[in-house]
């Protein structure tokens, strides 16, 4: 499980397919992010004592309920399901963010980006630097194009609003915005993006520098489209 800010809904999935959770990652320490991690550790520790959850996180951040900390390049090995992540920092959105990658899962390279890079946008500006996020995003588009990003929020259609009215000639980002909005009048997700498109789409991985990305961010943060 990654950033649960609720344990209810990831114990009725855990209940609904006979799964028992193994680890939770958490990218920082917000509440929608993390508020969950006590009740799901209680609840599997009730189902299997002799399995206790790993709670892995950033080392820098404020979460107490983190058994395994962790920072830049460090391995996170799951042996129950075989799968790995390289811990990437990516500060700027809360000071000590980080995201996880994969690299061979099965279904190709896949990114739990958390609230640094969305489809089609990026986090706000808490704790961090504008240099720091623009950084953190250069970090993260330098990833292969067929990298499948699991952001944290659906807020892509809203991205893509500001991203048209950024750039109202573009028409990768046009045709975009018209997917996602039947995409969200049928009620389906737009998460996962891949790396490919944010390159094609996401306005905040245009910007050439931090001064450039700031102008953005500081545009987007008042913009009511």
Known sequence: ????????????????????????????????????????????????????????????????????????????????????????????????????????????????????????????LFEGTALQMWSSLQKLAALPEETLVFCAHEYTLGNLKFAAHFFPSDSPIQQRLQRVQLQRQRQEPTVPSTIGLELQTNPFLRCKDADAFATMRKQKDSFRG
């Open 1 to 124: 499980m990654v950033d649960p800010g609720d344990a209810g809904p990831v114990i009725a999935h855990l209940q609904a397919n006979g799964l028992q959770l193994e680890a939770i990652l958490i990218t920082h320490h917000h509440a929608d992010h993390c508020g969950g991690v006590e009740g799901l550790s209680e609840y599997a520790f009730a189902t299997d004592p002799s399995a206790p959850v790993q709670v892995i996180g950033p080392s820098d951040e404020p979460i107490p309920s983190i058994t395994h900390r962790v920072k830049e390049n460090d391995q996170v090995h799951l042996p129950q399901t075989g799968i790995s992540f390289r811990v990437m920092d990516v500060p700027g959105h809360t000071a000590g963010h980080v995201a996880y990658f994969n690299e061979i899962s099965p279904s190709g390279p896949i990114l739990f980006s958390g609230d640094t890079l969305f489809a089609a946008g990026c986090g706000r």
